[in-house]
């Protein structure tokens, strides 16, 4: 019953597709990332002006679906006229520019909340050492707060590398070709639903798993001081 | 006992009376076969579905199912059979098994009026052209031109023309009447216009539409074969076919 023989003659296509996926998370974890940072920096803020538009800016973006953030970037942004007439069309004109848009704004809202919660996490005794120390407000965050911060975040921002390269996988509704869209490609032109979604899998699955290995490499590094020590 | 057992299920499986079918049409593929505003299914496939039906004296289901999933959900037992302008090629026949066609038109390029692209490898150098995936117009486009144009595959038709309208695409590959009653003739499309010649050519776009059935179902095969004679003699096919086309769309 199972048909492999296409899925090697197309093994190509996954490949191309393969590639797309890598280049859209990766950018898309880059650029989130850094639009993340100043989000969390704000959110823990004591002023009450500035700490509501990034606490908005998570709570819009944890609570829509991917999904439905990428149609309203692709579908909703070509139904206007002004901006499929404006300069800005060069990019939304693009499925592969919207993916990627839709992408970073999502991941950015997700890793802000992660931040966020490191952030407060700090211990006070650490910033009270560092006050004690005559450090400025700017040394306190590059010093200490930031560098704790990450370490804490680790773990649960792997989760988050994760989650968007799965969550990736709507790219293929837009037309673009990445691992899903080959999958798709490939079932609905030979009817093989089950070896060509499989095969999207497994690739998906090697990612993950360099994935897990890169970020278990950073926490053994990032940790070391934690570590037990032979004598 | 067990050869005995197998048999009482082979035979009543070759028995078996078709008094219900379901049907798998598509819903998003005007004016063939789309969905109101209300959820009913309307269309010619529809149409030619229900007086299918009635000719068989079975009651029908009628059931919506993206294009992609089309046949395996066929083959997964989900309907019974699948009416929904679906073309008679030699890759499907590995699969299903098809009727007689039941209508036959001509493939066609549109592009945007005033665009002036012309349909040949140079003319469409680098051009975006849209398809519904795993189509006979995608076979085509792929094979014929795939070396010149970027193909942008959709999973349905009318998705094709909303990037259309929305100026993602230079040019659209479909289906000559349908593309005139679902897209130019309407108010999205009225930017738009039929360009090049129409494609025939039985070894892209096969012999027309037919009605695909699971390969074992030999009784079904001949009462739908059977039901497209007699909708063809008795004038319910050419009520049907005015309805919603001034030709015949059958084809020769």
Partial sequence: MMDYEVIFSNIPLYFEGLWVTIQLVLMALVLGFF????????????????????KSYIYFFRGTPLLVQMFMIYHGMGQFEAIRESVIWIVFKEAYWCALIAFALNTAGYTAEILRGTIEQTPFGEIEAARACGMSKTTLYRRIILPGTFRRALPAYGNEVIFMLHGSAVAGVITIVDLFGAAKIVNSRYFVPFESFITAG???????????????KLEFRWYAHLHPRTI | MSML???????????????????????????????QADGTLVGFDI???????AEIGATCTLVPQDWD??????????????????????????????SK????????????????????????????????RATTHDNFITAEFGDSVTIKRYGTQD????????????????????MDDGFLKTDKGSGWEFVGPNYTDPK???????????????KLHQLMNNAIDAIRANGTYKRINDKYFNIDIYGN
């Fill in chain 2, 204 to 218: 892209y776009f096969g012999e027309g539409a037919g009605i695909a059935m699971r390969k074992g179902d030999k």
């Fill in chain 2, 5 to 35: 057992v197998l048999f009482t299920l082979v035979s009543t499986v070759s028995a078996k009376e078709w008094k219900k079918i379901r049907v798998g049409v598509e819903g998003a593929y005007p004016p063939f076969s789309s969905v």
């Fill in chain 2, 47 to 53: 149409d030619i579905a229900k007086a299918i039906c």
């Fill in chain 2, 69 to 98: 999933g089309i046949i395996p959900a066929l083959l997964a037992r989900k309907y019974d059979c699948i009416i929904a302008s679906m073309s008679i090629t030699e890759e499907r026949k590995k699969k299903v098994a098809f």
């Fill in chain 1, 35 to 54: 639009l993340a940072l100043p989000i969390a920096l704000l959110a823990t803020s004591k002023n009450i002006l500035l700490r509501v538009p990034p």
């Fill in chain 2, 159 to 178: 998705e094709a023309y909303l990037d259309a309208v929305a100026g993602r695409v230079d040019l659209l590959l479909a289906d000559s009447i349908a």
């Fill in chain 1, 202 to 216: 497994f690739f998906y699955l090697c990612v993950t798993f360099i994935i897990v290995g890169l970020f278990k």
């Fill in chain 2, 101 to 132: 066609k039941y209508y036959n038109t001509p493939a066609k390029f549109a592009r945007k009026k005033g665009s002036g692209i012309a349909i040949s490898k140079s003319g469409m150098k680098g051009k975006v052209v849209a398809v519904q």
